[in-house]
């Protein structure tokens, strides 16, 4: 391999040690290439590596050998907290990586993938939001008081964990608010092809999920300031399957059927010793974050079906529908906030202009099933709303073995309103995307 390509192999990995996902379910991630990135429907993919993440049947149509594959998708997004007529952002420039191995012969073949296939990824308003705004509030309505823990303990059944308070009458100031949430995944699995038609595919995914919060600000009632700090760290891991089968009635139609299970994830509370003892740690609690405790937020199960349609000899269509069962995930104390199940459905083209260079093109709606009187503070953090998506892309094959992806994407989510809370926010977002990916084909 050339020197210039292993650099860029390098650079690609590099990049993606502080990583965000984005787009699919309230949860779930969808986002794992530079294809995607450049069409937004891989459902019934065949043609790439990434295949072994959206349709992993479908990888049989390869050439034989060893594929290996990675992608970086460098973003920058705006996510606004509207209240009080004052908009609060943040505005971070992050990457996301992902990889794919395959090893195929002429009947069977080995895959496996990392991705990133949950959580909000990371976010960091050095202003506040409007949780630090709630809190604020709450503690000037004496809820962080003796009175206000008694009365949550009566309710709750639960205990302080110290009896640190807040007085009345004060206001909150140099607010922040950071998060940071990933499910990094590792799956692996066989293909095996039945006949010219029909190729099926099972495989065993591992789930390990870090989320960090850091929420502090400084607290002033009668000319007293105290430090506030409400700072936590969860991890949880569990095992899923993930099973396909591709189905090829005709040399110029393709169809791609995936289905993921879920992964049970009881997430284990770690609430940091600058938080433990102090009022802070009492805000947690209310929040329903204890130090040594765990919570369920089970990565709900994924089923996607897509569509390759060659119509004319260099112009496909590649529709692709996803559904989330987060319905059927096990959420602890949100178990009822999803009013439905969140879905995504997309549209790609891909035209050949010759045999070594591909123009492809994409839209996708998101329609999310939580609103937003149902977040909870991931949700507040990095709001999942629904979603108007575009791309464009490239594809141009250098050699024989070495295939590069370009992708550019902008998400533009609809702002949505809770009027529940006291004062109104409204959430928005949008963002914008590019993505590389090099595939390399050994043998």
Not at 258 to 279: A, H, N, Q
Request: glycine share 12%; charged share 20%; with cysteine.
């Amino acid at each position: 391999m050339k020197a210039w390509l292993k650099f860029l192999c390098i650079a690609v990995l590099t990049w993606g040690l502080a990583t965000p996902a984005f787009g699919g379910g309230v949860d779930n991630k969808q986002n794992f290439s530079a294809a995607y990135a450049g069409s937004l429907s891989r459902n019934a993919a065949t043609d790439g590596a990434d295949a072994a993440a959206y349709n992993p049947a479908g990888i049989m149509y390869l050439k034989n050998g060893l594929t290996l594959s990675v992608d970086a998708q460098p973003f920058t997004f705006d996510y606004d907290h509207t209240f009080n007529g004052e908009t609060r952002t943040a505005s971070p420039w992050l990457v996301t990586p992902t990889g794919f191995g395959i090893y195929k012969s002429d009947r069977w073949a080995v895959f496996s993938g990392f991705t990133i296939n949950g959580g909000g990824g990371e976010t960091e308003y050095d202003n506040g939001n409007i949780i630090t705004e709630n809190i604020g509030n709450a503690a000037a309505r004496g809820t962080f008081t003796d009175a206000g823990y008694s009365q949550y303990e009566a309710a709750t059944g639960t205990t302080r964990p110290n009896n640190n308070q807040l007085a009345p009458n004060g206001t909150l100031s140099n607010e922040y608010a950071y998060a940071k949430s990933f499910d990094y995944t590792f799956t692996t699995g066989v293909s095996y092809k039945v006949n010219a038609i029909l190729s099926l595919s099972a495989g065993a995914r591992y789930v390990w999920t870090d989320k960090e919060v850091d929420i502090h600000g400084t607290y002033t009632s009668g000319g007293t300031d105290t430090s506030v700090l409400g700072k936590y760290d969860q991890e949880a891991d569990g095992f899923g399957g993930v099973f396909g089968v591709n189905i090829r009635p005709a040399e110029t139609l393709n169809i791609g059927i995936r289905y993921e299970t879920k992964v049970k994830l009881d997430w284990e509370t770690t609430v940091d010793p600058g938080s433990r003892g102090t009022v802070g740690e009492n805000i947690l609690w209310m929040n329903g974050r204890v130090h040594g405790e765990s919570y369920a937020r089970d990565l709900p199960a994924v089923f996607g079906i897509g569509l390759e349609w060659q119509v004319l000899p260099k112009l496909s269509i590649n529709p692709s529908y996803t559904h989330y069962f987060e319905k059927d995930a096990d959420w602890g104390s949100q178990n009822d906030v999803v009013d439905k199940n969140s879905y995504d459905l997309a549209l790609g083209l891909q035209y050949d202009v010759t045999d070594n260079w591909a123009l492809t093109a994409g839209y996708m709606y998101i329609g999310i099933g939580m609103s937003p009187d149902d977040y909870g503070i991931i949700e507040q953090m990095s709001p999942p709303l629904d979603c108007h998506a575009f791309a464009l892309g490239t594809k141009y094959r250098m050699t024989e073995r070495l295939l590069l992806t370009f992708g550019l994407t902008g998400y533009f989510y609809q702002a949505d309103t809770d009027f529940s809370n006291d004062p109104d926010v409204t959430y928005d977002k949008e963002l914008y995307s590019g993505a590389i990916g090099i595939q390399y084909r050994f043998l």
